[in-house]
């Protein structure tokens, strides 16, 4: 086996070995009859809103409050 080789099964073991010590985790699940379209916008909304920041800071509510406000918006615009 040349050192490329070794290199790469190494690293693989490596991958492995972290794997196997890893403890699964159970996803939250919501029932999807409890989310409103509203829920659904402002969440869309939020994930925009926040991966643009580097930090999020005390003001985290503001966001909520801002991508709700972008919901309300979005369900006004399908009326039309």
């Given at each position: 086996?040349?050192?490329y080789m070794q290199?790469?099964?190494?690293?693989?073991q490596t991958?492995?070995?972290?794997n196997a010590k890893l403890t699964p985790v159970k996803?939250?699940?919501i029932p999807i009859?409890?989310?409103?379209?509203?829920?659904?916008f402002a969440?869309?909304?939020?994930?925009?809103?926040v991966s643009r920041q580097t930090t999020l800071g005390p003001n985290l509510g503001k966001y909520a409050?801002?991508?709700?406000?972008i919901s309300d918006a979005m369900i006004e615009a399908r009326k039309k």
């Amino acid at each position: 086996m040349n050192d490329y080789m070794q290199k790469m099964y190494d690293a693989q073991q490596t991958i492995s070995d972290l794997n196997a010590k890893l403890t699964p985790v159970k996803a939250l699940q919501i029932p999807i009859d409890s989310i409103t379209l509203r829920d659904f916008f402002a969440a869309s909304a939020m994930q925009g809103l926040v991966s643009r920041q580097t930090t999020l800071g005390p003001n985290l509510g503001k966001y909520a409050e801002s991508a709700y406000n972008i919901s309300d918006a979005m369900i006004e615009a399908r009326k039309k």
